[in-house]
C-alpha cells in the first residue's frame, strides 16, 4: 500500500476548503445584498437539527454579529419545519434594543428568550416563503448603514429580536450585535480537544482508525478545522498510539493523520490516555491519575521490521535488552509532542475543591495546571491560582457558545451561536483587564471542519484580539480563585472505585504469567477508555460498558482453574494421582498445585509445579504415599501461583486408602505359589522314586527257566 505525499493531500483539503469558505462568503455577500423586506427564498434543504413534530425559527446576524460603526446591518431569519404540515408563508418583524445590555448576566436571559424590560425599535422586516415538511428556508433583513437607529449605537452588546405571529401566538428568536470598543487589545486562547467517541477497549482498531482518519472521518474534520489557526490542541495519546503501535499495518490514512499531526505548529499538550477523567481518579482515592502500564499486547513483530545491526566489534559494547527489542518505548508510542506535561481538563461536573487541591499536588516536571470552567471558579483572566492549586479558568459563556457553533453545519444557523459568543467575549475582555481569557470548545465529534474553523476564528479575530499560545497563558501573572464547592460524580467515581478494585485483582492473577503485563496493560488501557470526559454526556451507555467490563474482568479470572476431581481408590502404597488443569488464556501460565491431606495415614509431596499450556487442559500427577493403616483421607487442593497468590476456587477429594490389602494380596499369593512349588517338589519325588522301584518290580516277577542238564 502506497502513501500519497503528504503535501498533496494538504493542498487538495486546502483547495476544497478554499471553495467551502468562497461559498461561505458568496451566502454572507448575497444576504447584504438584499434590500429591506425582500424575501430570499434559496432552494430548500432538508434539516435534521429540528425536532419531529416542531418548527425552529432563528434569528443570527452576520458577521459574527459584530458591527463596525459607519456598516449596514444584516441579519438572517431561518424557519426550520420539522412537522408534517406545510409552514405557510410568514412575515417577520427586526426590532433593535436601543440601549446597550448592562452584563453577561443580562445577556444571557435576552438570549434565553426574556425580553421584559428592554427598550427595543421596529428596525426592519421580511417575509419567507411557504415550508414544506422536512425542510428550511431563510430570509435576510438590512437594516441601511446611515440609519438613524444604527448610527446612535456606542459601544456596547445590543439585543435584536426578530418576531413572527402563528396560531399559537408571536414566536420570537433573539439576538446580539457587538458595536466593539477600538481602544480596548485583549488577548485569548482557545483549546480544542483532538479525540475520538469513548471505547471500551483499550485502543482503536485498524478498521476504526481507517474510518475516522479517512477522507470524511471524525479525526480528519477535527485535524482540518484547527490547521491554519492558533487553536491551543488537546491531544488523545491513545488515539496516537494506536496507529504506532500497528506500525507498518497502520492504516495509510491514518499514518498520513499522524503526519499532519506532528508537522502542525500549534501548542498542545496531553490529555489522559483515552481521555480519562483526572477528576474522577483522584476523587477515588487515587494519589495522582494513572497512565497505561504497557502496550506489548498490541504490538506484533512482524509490523516493525528490524532495521540492520552493525557486526560488534572486539571493544564494543552489546546493546542493552530494551535496545534490542523490536517494539518502541511506551513514551515513544504515546508521545504527542507536548509543549508541557502535567495540564489536565476534566469534566466540568467532575471539578471539585478536592480535586482541583489534588491535581495541584502532583510530582511532575512543570507545575501542574488545571482547567475549569469560570463557572466553578469566577470570570477573568485564564492565569490563576486555587490555594496551591495552579489552575486556566477558561469562560464557560464563551466557550458553549464556541461549541455550539462548531457543531452547526449551516452557515445561516452558526451566525446565531457565533453573534452569542461575540457578545460574551465583550463583556469578557472587559472583566479580564490586562489578562488574556481563554475559551475551551468542548469535546464532541459531531462537527464539521467549517463549523470548527469559524467558531476559532470568532475568538481569534475579534476586534482587538490577540491569540496566545499555551505557554504564553502558563507563564501569565495568575489571580486568586476559589473553586466552588460541588459534590464529587458519585455514580462515576464508583465505577472508578471498582474498576481500579477490579485491576488490583487482575494484578495479582497476572502474576502466573512470565510477563504480567500482557493482561494488567490491557486491563490499564481498558479502565482508562471506561473513564472517558466523553462518557459523562451518556450516563446509560457508561453504566452498561463498566458493568460489561467488569464482567470480562471475572471471567478472565475464572480462566485459569483446576477442574473438580472424582473420588480417587487407593491400593498401593505408592502412586501419583491424577489431576487437571483448566487454562483459557492465550498464554502459558505458571502454577504450583499445593496438596494438603487431612490425615497422616496419606503422605503427599505438598507443592507442585506446573506449566499450564495455553488454551488447553493440562495433565498433572501429585505423588502419594500410603503410611499406616486403612481409611479414607480428604486431601485439599489449591492452585497458586508462584507468589503464592490463590488461583481458581481450592478443591478437595476423598481418597480411599486400602494399601493393606496389597499386603495381604503379595501373602497370599506367596502361600500360594510355595504351596504350588511344594507339591511340584513332592511330585517330582514320588515320580523319582517311583521309576527307582519300577525296575526291581519287574525282576522279581520274571518267571524262572530250567537248567539244561546237557
Same mark, same amino acid.
Given at each position: 500500500?502506497?502513501?500519497?505525499?503528504?503535501?498533496?493531500?494538504?493542498?487538495?483539503?486546502?483547495?476544497? @476548503?478554499?471553495?467551502?469558505?468562497?461559498?461561505?462568503?458568496?451566502?454572507?455577500?448575497?444576504?447584504?445584498?438584499?434590500?429591506?423586506?425582500?424575501?430570499?427564498?434559496?432552494?430548500?434543504?432538508?434539516?435534521?437539527?429540528?425536532?419531529?413534530?416542531?418548527?425552529?425559527?432563528?434569528? &443570527?446576524?452576520?458577521?459574527?454579529?459584530?458591527?463596525?460603526?459607519?456598516?449596514?446591518?444584516?441579519?438572517?431569519?431561518?424557519?426550520?419545519?420539522?412537522?408534517?404540515?406545510?409552514? #405557510?408563508?410568514?412575515? =417577520? /418583524?427586526?426590532?433593535?434594543?436601543?440601549?446597550?445590555?448592562?452584563?453577561? $448576566?443580562?445577556?444571557?436571559?435576552?438570549?434565553?428568550?426574556?425580553? #421584559?424590560?428592554?427598550?427595543?425599535?421596529?428596525?426592519?422586516?421580511?417575509?419567507?416563503?411557504?415550508?414544506?415538511?422536512?425542510?428550511? *428556508?431563510?430570509?435576510?433583513?438590512?437594516?441601511?448603514?446611515?440609519?438613524?437607529?444604527?448610527?446612535?449605537?456606542?459601544?456596547?452588546?445590543?439585543?435584536?429580536?426578530?418576531?413572527?405571529? /402563528?396560531?399559537?401566538?408571536?414566536?420570537?428568536?433573539?439576538?446580539?450585535? =457587538?458595536?466593539?470598543?477600538?481602544?480596548?487589545? %485583549?488577548?485569548?486562547?482557545?483549546?480544542?480537544?483532538?479525540?475520538?467517541?469513548?471505547?471500551?477497549?483499550?485502543?482503536?482498531?485498524?478498521?476504526?482508525?481507517?474510518?475516522?482518519?479517512?477522507?470524511?472521518?471524525?479525526?480528519?474534520?477535527?485535524?482540518?478545522?484547527?490547521?491554519?489557526?492558533?487553536?491551543?490542541?488537546?491531544?488523545?495519546?491513545?488515539?496516537?498510539?494506536?496507529?504506532?503501535?500497528?506500525?507498518?499495518?497502520?492504516?495509510?490514512?491514518? +499514518?498520513?493523520?499522524?503526519?499532519?499531526?506532528?508537522?502542525?505548529?500549534?501548542? +498542545?499538550?496531553?490529555?489522559?490516555?483515552?481521555?480519562?477523567?483526572?477528576?474522577?481518579?483522584?476523587?477515588?482515592?487515587?494519589?495522582?491519575?494513572?497512565?497505561?502500564? /504497557?502496550?506489548?499486547?498490541?504490538? *506484533?513483530?512482524?509490523?516493525?521490521?528490524?532495521?540492520?545491526?552493525?557486526?560488534?566489534?572486539?571493544?564494543?559494547?552489546?546493546?542493552?535488552?530494551?535496545?534490542?527489542?523490536?517494539?518502541?518505548?511506551?513514551?515513544?508510542?504515546?508521545?504527542?509532542?507536548?509543549?508541557?506535561?502535567?495540564?489536565?481538563?476534566?469534566?466540568?461536573?467532575?471539578?471539585?475543591?478536592?480535586?482541583?487541591?489534588?491535581?495541584?499536588?502532583?510530582?511532575?516536571?512543570?507545575?501542574?495546571?488545571?482547567?475549569?470552567?469560570?463557572?466553578?471558579?469566577?470570570?477573568?483572566?485564564? @492565569?490563576?491560582?486555587? $490555594?496551591?492549586?495552579?489552575?486556566?479558568?477558561?469562560?464557560?459563556?464563551?466557550?458553549?457558545?464556541?461549541?455550539?457553533?462548531?457543531?452547526?453545519?449551516?452557515?445561516?444557523?452558526?451566525?446565531?451561536?457565533?453573534?452569542?459568543?461575540?457578545?460574551?467575549?465583550?463583556?469578557?475582555?472587559?472583566?479580564?483587564?490586562?489578562?488574556?481569557?481563554?475559551? #475551551?470548545?468542548?469535546?464532541?465529534?459531531? *462537527?464539521?471542519?467549517?463549523?470548527?474553523?469559524?467558531?476559532?476564528?470568532?475568538?481569534?479575530?475579534?476586534?482587538?484580539?490577540?491569540?496566545?499560545?499555551?505557554?504564553?497563558?502558563?507563564?501569565?501573572?495568575?489571580?486568586?480563585?476559589?473553586?466552588?464547592? &460541588?459534590?464529587? !460524580?458519585?455514580? @462515576?467515581?464508583?465505577?472508578?472505585?471498582?474498576? %481500579?478494585?477490579?485491576?488490583?485483582?487482575?494484578?495479582?492473577?497476572?502474576?502466573?504469567?512470565?510477563?504480567?503485563?500482557?493482561?494488567?496493560? !490491557?486491563?490499564?488501557?481498558?479502565?482508562?477508555?471506561?473513564?472517558?470526559? $466523553?462518557?459523562?454526556?451518556?450516563?446509560?451507555?457508561? *453504566?452498561?460498558?463498566?458493568?460489561?467490563?467488569?464482567?470480562?474482568?471475572?471471567?478472565?479470572?475464572?480462566?485459569?482453574?483446576?477442574?473438580?476431581?472424582?473420588?480417587?481408590?487407593?491400593?498401593?502404597?505408592?502412586?501419583?494421582?491424577?489431576?487437571?488443569?483448566?487454562?483459557?488464556?492465550?498464554?502459558?501460565?505458571?502454577?504450583?498445585?499445593?496438596?494438603?491431606?487431612?490425615?497422616?495415614?496419606?503422605?503427599?509431596?505438598?507443592?507442585?509445579?506446573?506449566?499450564?499450556?495455553?488454551?488447553?487442559?493440562?495433565?498433572?500427577?501429585?505423588?502419594?504415599?500410603?503410611?499406616?493403616?486403612?481409611?479414607?483421607?480428604?486431601?485439599?487442593?489449591?492452585?497458586?501461583?508462584?507468589?503464592?497468590? $490463590?488461583?481458581?476456587?481450592?478443591?478437595?477429594?476423598?481418597?480411599?486408602?486400602?494399601?493393606?490389602?496389597?499386603?495381604?494380596?503379595?501373602?497370599?499369593?506367596?502361600?500360594?505359589?510355595?504351596?504350588?512349588?511344594?507339591?511340584?517338589?513332592?511330585?517330582?519325588?514320588?515320580?523319582?522314586? #517311583?521309576?527307582?522301584?519300577?525296575?526291581?518290580?519287574?525282576?522279581?516277577?520274571?518267571?524262572?527257566?530250567?537248567?539244561?542238564?546237557?
Amino acid at each position: 500500500m502506497t502513501v500519497p505525499p503528504l503535501r498533496t493531500t494538504t493542498r487538495r483539503r486546502l483547495a476544497s @476548503r478554499l471553495l467551502a469558505i468562497l461559498a461561505a462568503s458568496a451566502l454572507a455577500t448575497g444576504l447584504a445584498g438584499g434590500a429591506a423586506a425582500a424575501s430570499v427564498t434559496p432552494s430548500p434543504t432538508p434539516t435534521a437539527d429540528v425536532s419531529t413534530g416542531t418548527t425552529e425559527f432563528t434569528l &443570527a446576524p452576520i458577521r459574527n454579529g459584530i458591527l463596525t460603526p459607519g456598516e449596514a446591518l444584516t441579519t438572517s431569519v431561518t424557519l426550520e419545519n420539522g412537522t408534517a404540515l406545510t409552514v #405557510a408563508r410568514t412575515d =417577520v /418583524s427586526l426590532e433593535l434594543g436601543t440601549s446597550a445590555l448592562a452584563d453577561r $448576566g443580562r445577556l444571557t436571559a435576552w438570549l434565553a428568550g426574556d425580553v #421584559a424590560g428592554v427598550d427595543l425599535q421596529p428596525a426592519g422586516s421580511a417575509s419567507i416563503d411557504p415550508v414544506a415538511p422536512g425542510e428550511t *428556508r431563510t430570509a435576510s433583513i438590512l437594516v441601511p448603514q446611515d440609519a438613524p437607529i444604527l448610527t446612535a449605537l456606542t459601544p456596547g452588546v445590543y439585543p435584536i429580536v426578530a418576531t413572527y405571529t /402563528s396560531d399559537d401566538g408571536p414566536v420570537r428568536s433573539t439576538s446580539v450585535i =457587538v458595536v466593539p470598543r477600538g481602544d480596548q487589545p %485583549f488577548g485569548v486562547g482557545v483549546v480544542v480537544p483532538i479525540t475520538a467517541d469513548p471505547i471500551t477497549e483499550g485502543l482503536l482498531t485498524s478498521e476504526e482508525l481507517a474510518v475516522l482518519t479517512g477522507e470524511d472521518g471524525e479525526l480528519t474534520t477535527q485535524l482540518d478545522g484547527v490547521e491554519l489557526t492558533s487553536a491551543i490542541l488537546a491531544v488523545d495519546p491513545a488515539i496516537v498510539a494506536a496507529i504506532r503501535v500497528l506500525g507498518t499495518a497502520a492504516p495509510a490514512s491514518a +499514518r498520513v493523520w499522524l503526519e499532519r499531526l506532528e508537522s502542525m505548529p500549534n501548542t +498542545r499538550f496531553s490529555l489522559q490516555f483515552g481521555d480519562a477523567d483526572p477528576a474522577v481518579q483522584v476523587e477515588a482515592g487515587l494519589a495522582q491519575p494513572v497512565g497505561p502500564l /504497557s502496550l506489548d499486547s498490541y504490538l *506484533r513483530v512482524a509490523d516493525f521490521p528490524a532495521t540492520p545491526t552493525p557486526t560488534p566489534t572486539a571493544t564494543s559494547t552489546p546493546p542493552a535488552a530494551s535496545e534490542t527489542s523490536p517494539f518502541p518505548p511506551l513514551a515513544d508510542l504515546l508521545d504527542t509532542e507536548a509543549s508541557r506535561d502535567a495540564v489536565y481538563w476534566p469534566a466540568v461536573a467532575s471539578v471539585t475543591p478536592a480535586a482541583v487541591a489534588a491535581l495541584g499536588a502532583v510530582s511532575s516536571e512543570d507545575a501542574p495546571l488545571t482547567l475549569v470552567p469560570s463557572t466553578s471558579a469566577s470570570t477573568g483572566g485564564a @492565569r490563576a491560582v486555587a $490555594g496551591d492549586a495552579g489552575v486556566l479558568v477558561y469562560d464557560a459563556d464563551v466557550s458553549r457558545a464556541l461549541t455550539a457553533a462548531s457543531s452547526v453545519g449551516e452557515s445561516a444557523l452558526r451566525a446565531a451561536p457565533l453573534a452569542a459568543a461575540s457578545g460574551y467575549l465583550s463583556f469578557a475582555s472587559i472583566e479580564a483587564g490586562e489578562s488574556p481569557i481563554l475559551a #475551551a470548545i468542548d469535546r464532541g465529534t459531531d *462537527r464539521s471542519y467549517i463549523g470548527l474553523q469559524t467558531a476559532i476564528a470568532a475568538a481569534a479575530e475579534y476586534p482587538g484580539a490577540t491569540t496566545h499560545s499555551l505557554s504564553t497563558l502558563s507563564a501569565g501573572t495568575p489571580r486568586d480563585v476559589t473553586i466552588a464547592d &460541588a459534590a464529587a !460524580p458519585e455514580e @462515576r467515581v464508583a465505577d472508578a472505585q471498582a474498576l %481500579f478494585g477490579d485491576e488490583g485483582a487482575i494484578a495479582s492473577f497476572a502474576t502466573i504469567l512470565d510477563d504480567p503485563t500482557l493482561l494488567t496493560g !490491557p486491563e490499564r488501557a481498558r479502565i482508562l477508555q471506561l473513564l472517558a470526559v $466523553g462518557w459523562a454526556t451518556r450516563p446509560d451507555d457508561a *453504566r452498561s460498558a463498566v458493568a460489561e467490563h467488569r464482567i470480562d474482568t471475572q471471567e478472565t479470572l475464572d480462566s485459569v482453574a483446576l477442574l473438580p476431581p472424582t473420588t480417587i481408590n487407593l491400593f498401593a502404597a505408592g502412586a501419583g494421582l491424577p489431576f487437571t488443569v483448566r487454562n483459557d488464556l492465550p498464554y502459558a501460565v505458571n502454577l504450583v498445585l499445593y496438596a494438603t491431606p487431612d490425615d497422616l495415614r496419606l503422605g503427599v509431596r505438598r507443592a507442585n509445579e506446573i506449566v499450564a499450556t495455553p488454551q488447553s487442559n493440562t495433565r498433572v500427577e501429585v505423588p502419594v504415599e500410603a503410611r499406616v493403616g486403612n481409611g479414607e483421607v480428604t486431601l485439599g487442593l489449591q492452585l497458586r501461583s508462584p507468589s503464592f497468590v $490463590g488461583i481458581g476456587p481450592a478443591q478437595s477429594v476423598d481418597i480411599n486408602v486400602r494399601a493393606e490389602w496389597e499386603t495381604v494380596g503379595i501373602v497370599v499369593l506367596s502361600v500360594l505359589v510355595g504351596g504350588l512349588l511344594l507339591l511340584g517338589i513332592l511330585r517330582t519325588v514320588f515320580r523319582a522314586r #517311583a521309576r527307582r522301584r519300577a525296575p526291581n518290580d519287574e525282576d522279581a516277577d520274571a518267571p524262572t527257566t530250567p537248567e539244561d542238564p546237557t
